[in-house]
């Protein structure tokens, strides 16, 4: 980056802070558009929490009968430690999955294969995750590629289909690109002579992994679980699909809740649960990885 | 040094199998689109475009595509403006309260779209807009407005600093350099925001499904479908879907990609 | 009545609590080459900023030909800048970049063509019209920079470090250049550098400036043999600075109490008496080297420590029994006849006149 004179680099501009016709028409717009459409519903979702539903007409109201009765329901609590449990285990299997697909385009492919394989990556990211669900539907399927392969060697049928199985492949399919993107980027950024050192001085491969790199490596590991973690606690594509809804998970539940049952209010209290729930993981994460970093570079 | 190799091997064919993995129902998506059976497996059947020709012949099918194609066109752009705006605020300005205002805008993304669908179903009803294309925009735009602002900013922070000011310092008003400085330095990261917000609008069913009513849009005829019975047309449809998104996302890559390149040099 | 170009009245200048320049009072004429000098965070760039607009005083005047410029937008000035960074548009081609402030200016296209064109002819870069910024050499990048704020014709142009990522082979040219240009063209320049050589080479005076403050100004040859304070002294040249006491004086002649030794120098209409603290301050070029001990009254026994080259010219440093440092510049030529060594204990001397005298607080 060139151009950094004495002025910039004291953040010395004195019209950094000029408020006029020109700067907040940059700034304004989008203010009453969070406000209109993200701040507005959301908020407008808590104090749903509160309201009544009388023959099935939701009613302004201020009461506490929605959080009691879900919190009194054992079917609530259930399907809470369930979709905790299991986005838990998504995670830390993506993290295992990933790891040595991300350390091997980390540390043993040219630059230039990184690149195209992040770009790749990049791809199913951003497509239809609906589709990619309903196609490893018919893939996982009782009589479906897998099975029909499997059963050239006299093996299966498997049921995968309806299980947690399903539902994991499910979670994968949404989180893995993003993972392997996530943590490749956080190793290659890691300074090669340090591992060369490490290496210079004897130490074994698996030692090189456990206290160089994933040490080195802790903010975007725990930046990428928490993505991860986040992704799965919220999606009911593959919960539904794959994994046969009879475990329903917190977003099935607000899929019922709104959809068949009308009851918008109970909805909303599980919804707040899932976002309290969410901000406490990220915060703890985002706090212990930043926290963690710090004491490497102190020692 | 073979035992080196050995590993390397191994890594490779590990890395290979994790591809085949994620590229697996991309592919499978596309290949029985034009198989037969009525449950495609392996062997495959005969080569068919029979549920091409149906979903062809399907109107419903034809208004969900002409939605889709009007929300997400609508959506790229008020995503994009209000992307490149908060972007160049937060390049240009230090005020007060930027942390909460950044967080207003880079929020949306890391909740669940089962919960914003649930609220923007909620407020928009309560606000009398719900069951248009209308809803389904403005909740897309503040979906997908933090990917724009992420691919503009990054090449904000690629300007030289001082390019601004000497436009000023060549008589160029704060909005001559607007037009002729910073939007032409930030086109090609406009273009990829075009795209990929495009490509997020286009795929997204969850809060499309809650909010769109009778206006229903491509994934949630998908997501009707696949509640029923299984019916290969899903994959005919998926393709299509899958060769629109993919080209917005690797347009959107090749220009930021050239960018990038250019910056380096 | 005639005014000067610019002038700076009382200026002060904070960012927050911190204070960038303070208290500047200084005129720039038409034609004059000015440069301002400092270490980097003097100040010296923000003083550029406010001439350009880009930042304005939180007190006190600037004035161009008499009119108060302190809340005159950038765009709606005529001061245009080199930048350090260059600041070319990427974007644009040559030819483009230089008909920006044109275009900004409402200037028909026709006349923008021809003017940019004349302007990369005069910079011996007109070939280069059509290329691509990014294709260009550092030299050619400086050329057509110069192009796109000389093609207003502007009665001021700003420079702001715009050799500092050039090759010396390369400076030494644009030098040559600018000067040329500045003479020819009669514009005033105000050039900001950090480095003494351009500064001294190009302007015909120079405002040195230290933590935004203005320590002096004046002409190169003044700032260079009588430096209004210590820190111009240091900042300033290879200058031999030492300090002691007044002890006795005799017909325009003072006589001082050093660390080590005992010397004269000549009271030029200066207030000195007996008991005051000076700084002795003798430049390196006007040292005289010897081998064997020199009949002068100021001499010094030293042992010498290094040698620097600087093209044809050596610095020597050395050491005086007490641990003073001194420094004799010389031509390289003369140097080599000598056939002197490391370690080995040389003569300085100097003459009473070519001595500069500082009175410490």
């Not at chain 2, 994790?18 to 129902?25: A, K, L």
């Not at chain 3, 911190?18 to 270490?39: C, H, Q, S, W, Y």
């Not at chain 3, 004086?249 to 660390?259: E, P, V």
């Not at chain 3, 026994?301 to 290094?306: A, D, Q, R």
Request: net charge positive; hydrophobic share 50%.
């Amino acid at each position: 980056m060139g151009g950094f004179n004495t002025a910039l680099f004291f953040d010395m501009k004195s019209n950094r802070e000029t408020i006029n016709l020109y700067s907040l028409t940059f700034r304004v717009p989008i203010i009453f558009w969070q406000l209109l459409f993200f701040v507005g519903p959301v908020l407008f979702m808590v104090a749903m929490s509160f309201f009544l539903v009388k023959n099935y007409r939701m009613t302004e109201a201020f009461e506490f009968i929605n959080w009691t009765k879900m919190f009194s329901k054992n079917y609530f609590w259930d399907s809470y430690w369930f979709t905790l449990i299991i986005a838990f285990i998504s995670t830390l299997l993506t993290m295992v999955i990933a790891f040595p697909a991300s350390f091997t385009l980390a540390f043993r492919v040219s630059e230039n294969f990184r690149r195209w394989a992040i770009f790749l990556l990049i791809i199913p990211f951003f497509t239809s995750y609906l589709v990619r669900t309903f196609s490893w539907y018919v893939i996982l399927a009782e009589k479906g590629v897998i099975n029909a392969l499997l059963s050239y060697i006299n093996l299966g049928p498997f049921i995968m289909l309806n299980t947690h199985i399903g539902t994991l492949v499910g979670y994968m399919t949404l989180t893995l690109p993003l993972v392997i993107i996530l943590q490749t980027v956080t190793m290659a950024n890691i300074d090669k002579n340090l591992i060369e050192a490490a290496f210079n001085l004897g130490c074994k491969p698996y030692l090189i992994i456990q206290r160089v790199i994933i040490p080195l490596s802790k903010t975007g590991f725990i930046i990428a679980a928490v993505f991860c973690f986040i992704l799965s606690f919220g999606d009911f594509v593959a919960p539904f699909y794959l994994g046969g809804s009879q475990e329903p998970t917190l977003p099935i539940l607000i899929l019922d809740t709104t959809k068949s049952g009308q009851q918008w209010p109970r909805a909303a209290v599980v919804a707040i649960v899932m976002m309290v729930t969410l901000f406490a993981i990220a915060f703890i994460g985002i706090m212990t990885a930043y926290s963690k970093s710090f004491k490497n570079d102190k020692r | 040094m073979t035992k080196d190799k050995f590993y390397n091997l191994i890594l490779k064919f590990y890395l290979f199998f994790i591809f085949v993995f994620i590229f697996t129902p991309i592919a499978f998506s596309i290949i029985f689109s034009f198989n037969s059976q009525r449950f495609p497996t392996i062997p495959l059947g005969n080569f068919s475009i029979e549920w091409y020709i149906k979903i062809f012949n399907d109107a419903e099918i034809w208004q969900a595509a002409i939605n889709s194609v009007v929300v997400s066109s609508i959506t790229c752009l008020i995503a994009t403006f209000l992307g490149f705006c908060t972007a160049y605020s937060d390049y240009r300005y230090r005020f007060k309260f930027k942390g909460i205002y950044l967080a207003l805008v880079l929020l949306p993304p890391t909740i669940p779209l089962i919960i914003l669908a649930l609220a923007m179903l909620a407020w928009l009803s309560k606000i009398g807009m719900s069951g248009q294309l209308w809803s389904i925009i403005c909740a897309h735009s503040v979906l997908t407005a933090p990917f724009a602002m992420a691919i503009i900013r990054l090449r904000l922070n690629q300007m030289d600093p001082d390019l601004e000011a000497a436009s000023w310092n060549l008589g160029g008003s704060e909005w001559d350099t607007m037009r002729n400085v910073i939007l032409p330095y930030c086109r090609p990261a406009i273009i990829s925001s075009l795209c990929l917000t495009a490509a997020v609008s286009f795929d997204e069913f969850a809060i499309s499904w809650f909010v769109s009513g009778l206006n229903k849009t491509v994934p949630v005829i998908i997501l009707e479908i696949v509640q029923g019975n299984i019916d290969p047309q899903v994959n005919a449809i998926g393709t299509f879907v899958f060769f629109t998104s993919i080209t917005l996302v690797i347009t959107a890559q090749i220009f930021f990609l050239t960018w990038q390149m250019k910056g380096k040099k | 009545m005639t005014y000067p170009l610019v002038s700076f009245k009382n200026v002060t200048k904070n960012f927050g609590k911190m204070n960038a320049v303070t208290n500047l009072n200084f005129e720039i004429d038409k034609g004059e080459f000015l440069a301002i000098m400092g270490p980097s965070g003097c100040g010296k760039t923000t003083t550029l900023r406010m001439l350009a607009g880009l930042e304005n005083p939180s007190s006190g005047e600037i004035r161009f030909n008499n009119r108060l410029m302190n809340n005159v937008k950038p765009h709606e000035r005529d001061t245009p800048l080199v930048w350090q960074s260059l600041a070319l548009f990427p974007f644009l081609n040559v030819q483009e970049n230089v008909e920006f402030g044109l275009k900004m200016r409402g200037v028909s296209s026709k006349t923008r063509q021809k003017k940019s064109l004349e302007w990369l002819e005069k910079l011996e870069v007109r070939e280069l019209a059509k290329r691509d910024i990014s294709t260009l050499s550092g030299g050619q990048k400086q050329r057509v920079a110069l192009a796109r704020s000389l093609v207003m014709e502007p009665e001021i142009l700003l420079l702001d470090e715009p050799l500092s990522a050039l090759d010396a082979h390369l400076v030494i040219r644009m030098q040559a250049v600018l000067t040329q240009l500045q003479k020819e063209l009669g514009i005033t320049f105000v050039y900001v550098t950090h480095s003494q050589s351009e500064a001294f080479a190009m302007a015909n005076r120079v405002i040195i400036m230290n933590v935004g403050e203005i320590s002096q100004i004046g002409k190169p040859k003044d700032i260079y043999r009588s430096p209004a304070n210590q820190f111009v002294a240091e900042f300033v040249g290879r200058n031999n600075i030492l300090s002691g006491k007044v002890y006795d004086i005799k017909s325009k002649i003072a006589f001082i109490k050093t660390n080590s030794g005992n010397y004269n120098f000549e009271i030029i209409d200066k207030n000195i008496e007996l008991g005051h603290t000076l700084n002795y301050i003798i430049s390196a070029d006007l040292m005289n080297f010897s081998l064997v001990k020199p009949k002068n009254s100021n001499i010094v026994n030293c042992k010498l420590i290094s040698e620097e080259y600087i093209g044809s010219m050596v610095t020597l440093f050395l050491e005086s029994v007490d641990g003073t440092e001194f420094k004799i510049q010389m031509q390289e030529r003369e140097y080599s006849k000598l056939n002197i060594q490391n370690g080995e204990k040389y003569w300085l001397s100097w003459s009473k006149k070519n001595v500069h005298t500082l009175k410490k607080d």
